[in-house]
């Protein structure tokens, strides 16, 4: 069963980087037909999808935070990042990672995901 | 951008009873999922393209709809059924958007 875990840093200063990293283990990043993905969810909100990546590179993000977003993949260590740029308090939100199948349109695999909390 | 409407915000309901959860699309979506979130929990997908329920999903959950309108049926409430559900579009662009969540919390 495909498993994907987040680590990272749990506190952020504004302004700040935020850096993840999600590790795929038990099925290959390599694998076409998925777009491996980041979600975040803030303190009692919905689900914002932040944006995803394809095995060899390309990267499509959320219009709103697109200026603010990095997300890069490295198959060799089965591993995908997300970087987010000069935070503030507003992104202290549960970040997950998640696999995205192309066909059906939907998240079919999910990380337990981390909490990120930016503040001084 | 495709924005999701879901209704009602809050469904009180016991254990056994029927609910019926639906999210609205502003425009025609290409495809529809359902996800289950406890709380503490990551979200579970529940229902693929509208219809198909994931791979070891009870029978009590079923999707239907098309098109800009859509529902989510749990036939009987269990107790870990209470949670909230997120509706999700795939689109041209932006390719993702999610709804705003129904709760289901129990009566």
């Known amino acids: 069963q495909l498993q994907l875990q987040e680590s990272g840093p749990g506190l952020v200063k504004p302004s700040e980087t935020l850096s993840l990293t999600c590790t795929v283990s038990?099925?290959?990043?390599?694998?076409?037909?998925?777009?491996w993905s980041w979600i975040r969810q803030r303190p009692g909100k919905g689900l914002e999808w932040i944006g995803y990546i394809y095995y060899y590179g390309s990267a499509y993000y959320n219009p709103s935070l697109q200026s603010l977003t990095t997300i890069s993949i490295d198959t060799s260590n089965n591993q995908f990042s997300l970087k987010l740029s000069s935070v503030t308090a507003a992104d202290t939100a549960v970040y997950y990672c998640?696999?995205?199948?192309?066909?059906?349109?939907?998240?079919?695999?999910w990380g337990q995901g981390t909490l990120v909390t930016v503040s001084s | 951008e495709i924005v999701l409407t879901q209704s009602p915000g809050t469904l009180s309901l016991s254990p056994g009873e029927r609910a019926t959860l639906s999210c609205r699309a502003s425009q025609t979506v290409s495809s529809l999922a359902w996800y289950q979130q406890r709380p503490g929990q990551a979200p579970r997908l529940l229902i693929s393209?509208?219809?198909n329920r994931a791979t070891g999903i009870p029978a009590r959950f079923s999707g239907s709809g098309s098109g800009t309108d859509f529902t989510l049926t749990i036939s009987s409430l269990e107790p870990e059924d209470f949670a909230v559900y997120y509706c999700?579009?795939?689109?041209?662009?932006?390719?993702?958007?999610f709804g705003p969540g129904t709760k289901v919390d129990i009566k």
């Open positions: 393209d509208a219809s």
């Open positions: 999700q579009q795939r689109s041209n662009w932006p390719p993702v958007t």
């Open positions: 998640a696999r995205f199948v192309m066909t059906s349109g939907d998240f079919d695999y």
């Open positions: 038990s099925g290959s990043i390599n694998s076409g037909g998925y777009y």
